[in-house]
């Protein structure tokens, strides 16, 4: 059994591209330093947020390689090493664990949909023969769902199974979990990968999260750890209820992790035009969010208000501004074309 546990605020970085569409080294790198300076407490690539299943292998790998490097053992990394079957997954746990990776995260088996059995005879496989630490991935929207007997069964057998991370957002769900698997395993780790209820999973027992916001805002995403583990509540509620307001507006106004790629790019980072074409109205609509989401940030000193202002009851813009800001518009709209 690990004697480390994976606690605090693990960043699903996202993965900046050049203009060729091919991973941007050194604006990654530069990303990695950025997100360790800010105080998350490891890195998680290779995730939904990092849109793993739009590289190719040989990507995957450079991906992990990169930050591997960068990050030089200053935090700890959990790396997505889910691949389209349980031979190629192994494989990538065994090539991360040769990068000194300190666990990896497999989401369960995608496409089809298996039964808990099935499930279960997946992981029990990887449990038998990897390396390295494995956390179980629970997404229910986008793979089979790993139920609680099977988390209990899997965690009861095979020590080198460490951690779940959970991204149902469903708290009785991880309530029961928690219940089934802590009192055999207390080396055991519960990671929630849903922002929007942060502090009451942690209250309820988690160690910590994958969460997309610590992308964009880990400043924000850092302090509403800190102030719920510290029991200081009244305080955390308020940052929860700042942080929800901004994970709804990049989750759901745009097509996920659209949103996230967006709001990243308003912190600094050339991110580069996503691989999920977008037609011409969702780009339109992404420029209506980064409008948005310029606001929420400006509100908390991350960024310039936008020149048209944020919100209702402000002055009307000066008509000496107007071509500025249609220029500026343009430039935006064609780049991202």
């Known amino acids: ?27 990654l790198r530069r990303y990695v330093d950025w997100l360790i300076e800010r105080g998350v407490h490891g890195l998680y690539p290779n995730g939904s947020t990092g849109e793993f299943t739009r590289f190719t292998v040989e990507e995957r790998r450079r991906i992990i390689e990169i930050v591997a490097d960068q990050t030089a053992g200053r935090v700890p990394i959990l790396a997505g090493a889910a691949e389209a079957n349980v031979k190629e997954t192994i494989r990538a746990c065994e090539y991360y664990h040769s990068l000194g990776v300190r666990a990896v995260a497999i989401v369960a088996p995608f496409y089809y949909k298996l039964s808990p059995a099935s499930v279960y005879a997946y992981f029990a496989e990887i449990g038998r023969h990897t390396p390295i630490d494995v956390t179980l991935y629970n997404i229910p929207l986008f793979a089979s769902p790993i139920d609680v007997p ?11 199974i460490v951690a779940i991370k959970d991204s149902s957002g469903d708290i009785p769900h991880m309530i029961r979990m928690i219940k089934a698997v802590r009192g055999t395993r207390p080396d055991f780790s519960f990671l929630t990968g849903w922002d929007a209820a942060l502090m009451p999973l942690l209250l309820i027992g988690c160690d910590g999260g994958t969460n997309a916001t610590s992308g964009v805002v880990p400043e924000i ?103 500025k800001i249609v220029q500026t518009v343009l430039a935006e709209l064609k780049r991202r074309v």
Request: proline fraction near 5%; hydrophobic fraction near 35%; charged fraction near 20%.
């Open 1 to 27: 059994m690990s004697n480390n546990r994976l606690t605090g605020i693990f960043t699903p970085n996202l993965v900046p591209l050049d203009g060729q569409g091919e991973i941007h080294e050194g604006e």
């Open 150 to 160: 099977t988390v209990q069964r899997l965690a009861e057998n095979f020590p080198k």
């Open 221 to 323: 995403t850092r302090r509403l750890y800190d102030l719920t583990m510290a029991g200081k509540l009244d305080e955390a509620r308020t940052v929860q209820y700042d942080l929800v307001t901004l994970f709804d507006t990049m989750l759901y106004q745009a097509e996920f992790p659209e949103g996230f790629r967006a709001a990243v790019e308003l912190r600094g980072f050339h991110m580069g035009t996503g691989r999920q074409p977008l037609s011409p109205g969702q780009k339109a609509d992404l420029s209506t969010l980064s409008h948005s989401l310029q606001c929420l940030l400006s509100a908390h000193g991350f960024t310039d208000e936008p020149l048209t202002g944020c919100g209702f009851g402000k002055k009307s813009v000066e008509t000496a501004d107007i071509s």
